[in-house]
């Protein structure tokens, strides 16, 4: 028969065991739900990862928009542009189903006096710099776009 101090030693290695794979488990998911960003362009970044992205990233281009139509009609080129200038630009969409109601854009990271429809540039957590996205129509209008993200990249 096992002497009792070996069958509480036992049973307290398993419970040890048991505890690291858990803890192994969770930072294994929280690193596969971390957003990646690995390339040039306009990344779309859920509400959640916005925060995150924020505190992590020293300075950053934040797309916020609300008017879907504005949004699809100028993505394309905005995108064109980040790639350009290779820099990354997060697309947060406040119109979108998966941003809860009632929620304020500060909730995600973003400045509150960031307009919607709108391209901004942090540095250390807080908006330096914006331009509105309303009034751009044509290829001229868009150049301001591309003369802000030149102006304001690091």
Request: aromatic fraction near 8%.
């Amino acid at each position: 028969m096992s002497n009792p101090n070996q069958i509480l030693k036992q049973k307290k290695v398993w419970l040890l065991l048991v505890i690291l794979l858990i803890i192994c488990l969770f930072v294994m998911i929280t690193k596969t739900h971390e957003t990646k960003v690995e390339k040039y362009g306009v990344q779309e970044i859920t509400s959640e990862n916005m925060k995150s992205y924020s505190q992590k990233n020293e300075h950053y281009f934040v797309l916020v928009t609300w008017n879907n139509s504005q949004r699809v009609r100028l993505l394309d080129k905005i995108n064109e542009a980040a790639n350009q200038e290779k820099v990354i630009i997060m697309d947060l969409n406040l119109n979108s189903s998966s941003i809860p109601v009632n929620s304020s854009q500060t909730d995600f990271g973003v400045d509150i006096n960031q307009k919607l429809d709108s391209l901004a540039f942090y540095s250390k957590g807080k908006m330096k710099d914006e331009i509105s996205l309303v009034n751009i129509k044509d290829s001229e209008d868009f150049q301001s776009v591309i003369n802000f993200i030149k102006a304001n990249k690091k």
